[in-house]
């Protein structure tokens, strides 16, 4: 069993004694108390804080942590994943869905719309789990308490930082605040200055090496160097120097190297293959004892469908017919299916395209684009497992091509380090691919924006690339589906934001709408 999902399940065991860490106890047994009485039940609490970006609650798919909201839809990584993927060029959901809809062809966007939602209330189910725990640390005493709290810090950034990235303002909450009246609303800039702070503080309490699927110092200054990436959009003021600095360290202490396999790395073994050594965060899926529709399930079974493929071959059960990449994502390696067939690279081998179009004039056509199979259920390195429902591949959320690609873009955009140094990691990435390396005069930023689709998409970063880059909003780039139109049409400038939710202001008057909603 994967650690930190044999971690989680020690949550269950303990739930009769915690229930939800928003509330008190059920029966005599303070947290507080537990953790004198038991000390190793902070690893199985730690684990359910972890477990949030994944799963959607305790106990199995069908149960939520956030009441009111629907277990499938609602767990974070399948939020990350409509809101910066489905939102962007690389792919789209042909379900139909009221509110998927509305992301995949980025049109008719308002605080109702129940993704958003979904999204803004698991940020605001972590917070304050990880406020609850910290504050329960400090007053036991347990061994590598500090390092505890400093993983605890680390996952409430990581869920601050969607909300910096998607709604851009919030409240800031770092206490219990169950009995205080509605906290004010806190801007983005003010958001980022504390998630920096965090992630610079707890760096000297995290340990260099930690347990597989835990924050250690990389994970930290991974997550901080995209904060400063993105800093100019966040608060007006660039960054970029601060980014190589933490990315640097990232990738000259942090002992990760590329996995040899590039398909590795989206596969059920990625935890025990060489795609290891490349992930540097990873959000853990296990097939058995930890479900979730929320996981990689959903990029796997999403992709798959029995019409036009063989679902077994990716050691998936059921395919849900869904998801289709796009044109402006495959057709960075040619202009047409043999063109993807013929490429030497790889990542261009990663789309079924038999009995598929090329283009995509319907979106919600199965037949329409090509699926991706980038991420599977089915093992790349090991003995070939068994098909299962639900996946057992672990999400890389941060890894090594993702950093060697941000130090490149920071070289470029003048923060400093080695033209030389930026072109051989790019190189680097494309020749693990069979890619067909670049030279000095090939690296420019736009090349950085193409290869980062080609390494990256489907991984969650779409979006936030393209805002970046200028790119998102507007008509200067058009993309299949912009603005519900086949050929693409430009969308308002205000959508480089998502609304608040309605029901989160309705809770808390202080929230005020975000602009042009």
């Not at 939020?79 to 060029?89: P, Q, R, Y």
């Not at 308002?110 to 007053?139: A, G, H, M, W």
């Not at 063989?310 to 043999?338: C, K, N, P, Q, V």
């Not at 670049?438 to 690296?443: D, E, G, H, M």
Request: proline fraction near 4%; glycine fraction near 8%.
């Amino acid at each position: 069993m994967k650690l930190i999902t044999g971690l989680f399940f020690v949550v269950l065991l303990l739930n009769s004694c915690t229930q939800d860490l928003n509330t008190d106890p059920e029966n005599e047994l303070t947290l507080e108390e537990l953790l004198t009485r038991d000390p190793n039940a902070i690893q199985g609490l730690v684990s359910k804080i972890y477990g949030s970006f994944a799963l959607s609650g305790a106990n199995g798919p069908g149960d939520t942590d956030t009441p009111g909201d629907d277990a499938g839809e609602s767990p974070f990584l399948r939020g990350i994943i409509n809101l910066e993927d489905f939102t962007a060029d690389d792919m789209k959901n042909r379900w139909g869905d009221n509110g998927l809809d509305q992301l995949t062809t980025c049109t008719d966007w308002d605080e109702n719309n129940k993704f958003f939602r979904y999204l803004y209330n698991r940020v605001y189910y972590t917070v304050p789990q990880c406020n609850n725990l910290i504050s329960v640390l400090n007053n036991v005493s347990l061994n590598n308490k500090e390092q505890y709290i400093a993983e605890l810090r680390f996952l409430r950034s990581l869920a601050y930082y969607y909300l910096i990235d998607c709604f851009g303002k919030g409240v800031l909450v770092t206490e219990d605040t169950s009995n205080s009246v509605p906290a004010p609303q806190a801007t983005r800039q003010q958001l980022f200055a504390f998630v920096e702070s965090e992630l610079l503080a707890v760096q000297g309490s995290l340990p260099q090496t930690n347990e597989y699927g835990r924050a250690n110092k990389a994970v930290a200054r991974m997550l901080l160097a995209k904060l400063y990436l993105n800093a100019e959009v966040y608060t007006g003021t660039p960054k970029y120097t601060d980014a190589l600095v933490q990315i640097k360290k990232v990738i000259d202490e942090g002992g990760y190297t590329l996995a040899p396999n590039f398909v590795s790395l989206f596969s059920a073994d990625n935890n025990v293959s060489q795609a290891k050594n490349e992930i540097i965060f990873p959000l853990i899926a296990d097939p058995l004892t930890s479900q979730s529709y929320g996981n990689t399930t959903y990029l796997v079974s999403g992709s798959l469908s029995s019409d036009t493929m063989t679902i077994a071959d990716f050691g998936a059960t059921e395919g849900w017919g869904g998801h289709r990449a796009t044109s402006a994502w495959y057709g960075l390696f040619g202009s047409s299916a043999s063109d993807l067939s013929a490429s030497t690279d790889d990542r261009a081998h990663l789309f079924w395209t038999n009995g598929h179009s090329f283009v995509m004039n319907d979106y919600k056509t199965w037949s329409d684009g090509f699926p991706s199979t980038k991420f599977r259920n089915s093992n790349a390195e090991t003995t070939l497992a068994a098909a299962t429902k639900f996946s057992g591949t672990d999400f890389p959320l941060y890894r090594l091509a993702d950093a060697y690609l941000i130090y490149a873009e920071c070289v470029l955009r003048g923060g400093g380090g080695s033209t030389t140094e930026a072109l051989g990691y790019v190189n680097d990435i494309r020749n693990r691919s069979h890619a067909t390396p670049i030279n000095a005069s090939q690296l420019t930023l736009d090349f950085i924006l193409d290869e980062r689709a080609r390494e990256l998409n489907f991984e969650g970063h779409r979006r936030t690339d393209l805002i970046r880059y200028g790119r998102f909003t507007g008509g200067t780039y058009l993309w299949p589906w912009k603005g519900g139109i086949a050929e693409g049409t430009a969308i308002p400038d205000h959508y480089d934001l998502f609304p608040i939710p309605l029901k989160a202001m309705q809770v808390n008057p202080n929230l005020t709408q975000n602009p042009g909603y």
